[in-house]
């Protein structure tokens, strides 16, 4: 694709974090995949397609947004050793600006919610995800893909109260009995599919009142419409449908971060993965800029 002259997340720029609205950091990270690697290109891939993306939002709004995009932070070779200097760097991020993060596989987020919820007293987290990440040893380790979440919540001082997974159909059985003892919310991929518009406004009643943060593995679709990542799962969601599952979570929330996991470029030649993740990414912005998700 030729983007030669354009510029990155569709010219939105700013010159600085402390006036952004956005700031945007990417995680490129992907020590703990277990099957395929490939999400620590995400950051450059995403950064570099965002030239091709229009700033408008797909209801015809103009976009003014001021982006400012800090760059990548390295957690090293393994999340475990380097999750508590990033988080650090990213908790000291203004917190009026709305945190969006580029993965990397899904651990890479661990520093992300622990940062949020310093930024963010009473934070509540949305884990949209085909799998809840939620086993305290998985694949041979404690700290691997299956994980994620169980660590996150470890790290970052969240309760399992304090999140709510939506789209999730791949389980572990210790998993659903994390959740179900722990009182984590969960709504399966089938329920959302049958009204995401209805599942993205429970959520929003869930946590009203409180800052929110969503944490996107791109394999929340399906593989027809996001084949390139760790662990596609069949039977998830279209694009259309998350789409309109974050409109009516933003619609009566407020938003204060985003991140976007698990996009893998080397397994889709094609860019269909990277293109839906930036359509995801852009509209959201669209949402808060509205006033959506901020309240």
């Known amino acids: 694709m030729r983007l030669e002259g354009l510029q990155t997340w569709g010219g939105l720029v700013s010159r600085g974090a402390a006036d952004a609205e956005v700031v945007v950091v990417g995680l490129p990270y992907d020590g703990s995949a277990v099957y395929r690697k490939g999400a620590a290109d995400g950051p450059i891939r995403l950064r570099e397609l965002s030239r091709a993306v229009p700033p408008v939002t797909e209801h015809g709004r103009r976009m003014t947004t001021k982006v400012h995009d800090l760059g990548d932070l390295d957690l090293g070779l393994e999340v475990e050793l380097g999750w508590q200097r990033v988080a650090e760097e990213l908790a000291a991020l203004p917190p009026e600006a709305f945190l969006t993060v580029l993965g990397g596989d899904h651990c890479s987020m661990i520093p992300v919610l622990a940062a949020q919820a310093k ?15 939620l086993n305290d040893f998985s694949r041979g380790g404690p700290w691997t893909c299956g994980c994620a979440l169980r660590r996150a919540l470890d790290c970052s001082g969240l309760k399992p109260a304090d999140i ?18 722990g009182g984590l919310s969960w709504i399966t991929c089938a329920t959302v599919a049958t009204d995401p518009a209805a599942v993205g406004r429970e959520l929003a009643t869930l946590f009203a009142g409180r800052p929110i ?83």
Not at 119 to 133: E, K, S
Not at 168 to 177: K, S
Not at 241 to 250: D, F, G, P, T
Request: glycine content about 8%; cysteine-free.
């Open 119 to 133: 930024r963010h007293p009473d934070l509540a987290v949305v884990w949209i995800d085909a799998h809840p990440d």
């Open 164 to 181: 709510a997974m939506a789209g999730v159909r791949d389980f572990d059985f210790d998993e659903l009995e994390f959740a179900r003892t």
């Open 213 to 295: 943060h969503i944490s996107l593995d791109i394999d929340v679709l399906d593989p027809a419409f996001a084949p390139g990542t760790e662990i596609p799962a069949a039977g998830g969601l279209s694009t259309r449908e998350a789409l309109s599952l974050l409109a009516a979570l933003a619609e009566g929330s407020r938003l204060v971060g985003l991140d976007v996991a698990e996009v893998s470029p080397p397994l889709d030649p094609t860019d269909i993965t990277s293109f839906a993740a930036l359509k995801l990414i852009f509209e959201t912005w669209g949402f808060v800029a509205q006033g959506h998700g901020n309240r």
